[in-house]
């Protein structure tokens, strides 16, 4: 049964106010229903050095972080033709980051290339 939303702020704010890692009741409830439904998983992961499990852990992360990387600049290649196949729109964003601090440039640029893209597609649709 899902919690009210009370009950889920009120959760929020004490794990907030925690130490450690936080504590999600309907994480936690998945878990213990995938350790009963998979004794022998269990078991195996169980036999692992906590330096092997660590690892594990690392690897998926990593693994998260590429492909976020490489839809990134996947994104960026696309908004960057988009640019340049639509110089108007180019020409009135680099007006509307023109006060926007260098380093953050290229950040706002693509973000509202982006917002610019998806509108366009959109009227053409």
Known sequence: MATS????VNQNKEAVKSPGPKKNPEIDAMIDRYIKEHPQ????????TKDQLLRRAILKDALKYDATMKQRVKVNEAVGSFLKENPEIAQDIEKRISRVPDDQK????????RQEATRTALKIS
């Open 5 to 8: 939303l009370k009950n889920r």
């Open 41 to 48: 998983r269990i078991a195996y992961l169980k036999t692992e």
């Open 106 to 113: 290229q950040d706002a640029r693509m973000r509202l290339g």
